[in-house]
Nanobody, 115 residues
């Protein structure tokens, strides 16, 4: 089992940047694909980005492509989401997950972008 803890959320003005971190427990982090999702108030959770276990492959939602970058450091058991040029519509709770057959979720971190 994997335990995930997100951090790095906060309040930022439109056009600003934040970097989210997702710290994972255990010795098998490098065998999991990692993903970021978000959920805005009154909306369903939506996909943001994913990265393969090795870090060699990434996928992004069209809404964040060119602005967000997902990465990972397997030596530190941590995945990241660098978010640039933030927009008010990026406001949401951001969750990371670990995928390898089963899916494990963190508790989420709030990102608020003011206009």
């Amino acid at each position: 089992q994997v335990q995930l803890v997100e951090s790095g959320g906060g309040l930022v003005q439109a056009g600003g940047s934040l970097r989210l971190s997702c710290a994972a427990s255990g010795r098998t982090f490098s065998t999991y694909a990692m993903g970021w999702f978000r959920q805005a108030p009154g909306k369903e959770r939506e996909f943001v980005a994913t990265i393969s276990s090795s870090g060699g492959s990434t996928t992004y939602a069209d809404s964040v492509k060119g602005r967000f970058t997902i990465s990972r450091d397997n030596a530190k058991n941590t995945a990241y989401l660098q978010m640039n040029n933030l927009k008010p519509e990026d406001t949401a709770v951001y969750y990371c997950n670990a995928q390898r057959g089963n899916v494990y979720w963190g508790q989420g971190t709030q990102v608020t972008v003011s206009s």
